[in-house]
């Protein structure tokens, strides 16, 4: 039985040559204990429809230039290996269609809400800042600074894709649309049963993920290649979200609420890189920052979840 940490607020995409892989727990499931609703901010309770522009566009010139840079860089995030990232991940394997897709964290529905308070890191952030936090958690790297190409390059695309939206407005499709409590609790065997019939086809059955040609083209879900202990998508009702709107990829919907919640359980209960946080005291990083819905510090076939370093 894998028992669920208490539900806090509310993604996620992520590699290198070596994916360590944890032993699959296989015993029953507990119950969990029901989610709070995912926020990350109070915001005004309108919802608009809202459509970004077509990439055709995209202004010629200076400004266009960097729009089509910070395009290339959400979608083929790993060229930034070696430098900002440290695994497979692009922005595009979280925010899917170019950042585009309604309830998959669309980037035109996050630029109007910042800057905004996040209980995640206690203060108010700005774009900028949201932006590097992907990088140190999803991308297990290190936050380009303010004034770098690369993070000037994707503001300015995330900006353009947001044109004419509102401002403080929370717009339909923004985030991941927060699901009911699983009816059932969640349960290891039906996810890994889920796991092995929809999702190993392109993730792999060790949730390696799939290669061409030196670059990742499905993102590992677990490993040393895949998003770290912080990031969002590590977070099981983040993910049971993500999962039951999106997946499998041009299928999102057809799952259960009850398949999303139980193979997100088995995908999060999979070792993956530390969390950053972590100074050197496991339980100290378990306390402070993962009191939330998620297997870190859990005890799975006899080794505690806290995090694989290397690559």
């Not at 039985?1 to 208490?6: A, H, V």
């Not at 989610?35 to 995209?58: K, L």
């Not at 000037?152 to 044109?163: C, F, V």
């Not at 717009?171 to 699901?179: M, P, Q, V």
Request: with cysteine; aromatic share 8%.
């Amino acid at each position: 039985m894998l028992p669920i940490r208490s539900l806090g607020a509310a993604l996620a995409g992520a590699a290198c040559a070596v994916v360590v892989v944890s032993l699959l727990d296989r015993r029953p499931a507990e119950p969990p204990a029901p989610p709070p609703p995912a926020a990350e901010a109070a915001v005004a309770p309108a919802n608009t429809a809202f459509a970004p522009p077509d990439e055709s566009a995209i202004p010629a010139g200076p400004f266009g230039e960097m729009v089509r840079y910070g395009r290339d860089l959400f979608l083929h995030t790993e060229q930034l290996r070696g430098t900002w990232t440290e695994n497979g991940m692009d922005c595009v394997n979280c925010h899917l269609d170019a950042g585009r897709l309604a309830n998959a964290a669309p980037m035109w529905a996050s630029w109007t809400m910042y800057p905004a308070y996040r209980s995640k890191t206690q203060k108010v952030d700005t774009m900028a800042e949201r932006i590097q936090g992907c990088f140190l958690y999803s991308m297990n790297g290190k936050a380009p600074p303010v004034g770098s190409k690369e993070l000037a390059g994707l503001m300015s695309y995330i900006y353009w894709l947001s044109s004419d939206a509102p401002t403080g407005v929370e717009l339909e499709g923004r985030g991941f649309a927060a699901l009911p409590p699983p009816a059932q609790g969640v349960d290891h065997a039906r996810g890994e049963a889920v796991y092995e019939a929809k999702c190993a086809v392109c993730h792999g059955a060790e949730g390696e993920g799939k290669v061409a040609e030196g670059s990742y083209v499905f993102p590992p879900l677990w490993g040393s290649d895949s998003y770290n202990w912080g990031a969002g998508m590590h977070r099981i009702d983040t993910a049971a979200s993500f999962i039951k709107h999106n997946m499998p990829l041009g299928q999102g919907g057809s799952l259960t609420d009850q398949e999303a919640w139980d193979v997100a359980t088995f995908v999060n209960s999979h070792e993956r890189p530390p969390d950053p946080r972590d100074a050197g005291n496991r339980a100290a990083t378990d306390a402070a920052f993962h009191d939330e819905n998620c297997r870190y510090g859990d005890e799975v076939d006899g080794r505690v979840l806290a995090g694989v370093r290397g690559g």
